[in-house]
């Protein structure tokens, strides 16, 4: 069962597997949303009447299987992590 860290891996695999830098992957504060998933690089969060902003080097997952949530991970870590797995296929060339 995928989980927000996989969704979040699978997201940033494409650039990682072309070479892409950190700097060149977080400058612009990506993101993909759906109904069923939200998630960006760096963001402004509104929760309960309060804002809270996470840093570019931060992913953040603000819906997850059409639920809301809010789960924080670090873009550095994330990286590291797919360039130490085996090559898999990604979720997004799964729905093409």
Known sequence: MM????????????????????????????????????????????????????SRDELVVTRFRGKECLLVFSVPDLIEEIKKGAAQPSLWESLL
């Open 3 to 54: 989980t927000a860290r996989d969704l979040a891996k699978d997201f940033l695999r494409p650039y990682v597997e072309r070479g892409d830098s950190l700097d060149s992957i977080t400058e612009g504060h990506m993101g993909c949303f759906s109904r069923e998933y939200c998630l960006q690089i760096g963001a402004c969060v509104w929760k309960n009447g309060k804002a809270r902003d996470y």
